[in-house]
């Protein structure tokens, strides 16, 4: 003789909260190309070194300038030979240095970081976020409050239908990237702005930016009785 069929109910719960900012994240890429590979190379590390001495200046410490990725790659070129023929000849190495540092919104050090950008040797691209340190918490109460509506929303649908809500039989959830994240400021506009202050003044924009909203689901399927 079979088992009775369970049945279920399945909910999907949508949460979304919104965070205040409290870290600033500067994305920083330093790059450049060398006839020679070991110049490339050598090249990369006294671009670094420079970024690093000058940040120190500011009172960050070396570990706090992180790299995110380093490569060396060839780059070609095209060319027509006497024949009007196209071809492909080496131009040189590339490196592409990718850095992030990171500090608390409160710090005010935000003018000086980016004169000290602008000024660095081998003019390095920057883009700046705002984002929050404790990204976990907010993962946490994000799922949280998403299963919370999926119970708020699996107890409506019972209690309309005339049957009970029973125990959970399975949970859905993407583990989906959320990303916290809000980029009020345009890197490019700033590095023209900054270009042309004097060397002992720092400027930093008067920003401030706006909460991070961001949302979540998960189907929760609920034993019926």
């Known amino acids: 003789m079979s088992e009775k069929s369970v049945r279920v109910i399945k909910v999907t719960g949508k949460s979304k909260i919104s965070v ?3 870290t600033v994240r500067l994305l920083i890429t330093q790059t450049d190309i060398k006839k020679v590979y070991e110049d490339a ?3 990369s590390v ?4 420079a970024l690093t001495e000058a940040l120190q200046k500011q009172g960050f410490k070396k570990t706090d300038l992180k790299t995110l990725n380093f490569n060396v790659n060839t780059e070609y070129e095209s060319y027509q030979d006497k024949n009007k023929a196209w071809k492909q000849r ?5 490196f592409i240095h990718s850095m992030k540092l990171e500090f608390t919104v409160k710090s005010e050090k935000l003018g000086a970081v980016l004169q000290a950008l602008t000024k660095s040797k081998g003019n ?3 883009t700046i976020q705002y984002t929050i340190a404790n990204t976990e918490k907010a993962k946490n109460e994000l799922l949280k409050k998403a299963v919370e509506d999926s119970r708020a929303k699996a ?3 019972a209690k309309a239908s005339g049957v009970t809500l029973g125990d959970i039989s399975a949970i859905d959830y993407s583990f ?3 990303e916290f994240v809000v980029r009020p400021l345009d890197g490019p506009m700033m590095r ?5 202050a004097k060397e002992d003044v720092s400027y930093a924009p008067d920003i401030e930016p706006e909460d991070i909203d961001v949302t979540d689901t998960v189907t929760i399927a609920w034993e019926i009785k």
Do not use: H, I
Request: hydrophobic residues 30%; contains cysteine.
């Open 192 to 196: 023209n702005c900054l270009a042309t």
């Open 155 to 157: 107890e409506v649908l």
């Open 41 to 43: 190379v050598k090249e």
């Open 20 to 22: 205040k900012p409290d």
């Open 90 to 94: 080496l131009k040189g190495y590339r």
């Open 124 to 126: 390095p691209e920057f």
């Open 176 to 178: 989906s990237e959320v």
């Open 46 to 49: 006294d671009q670094k070194n």
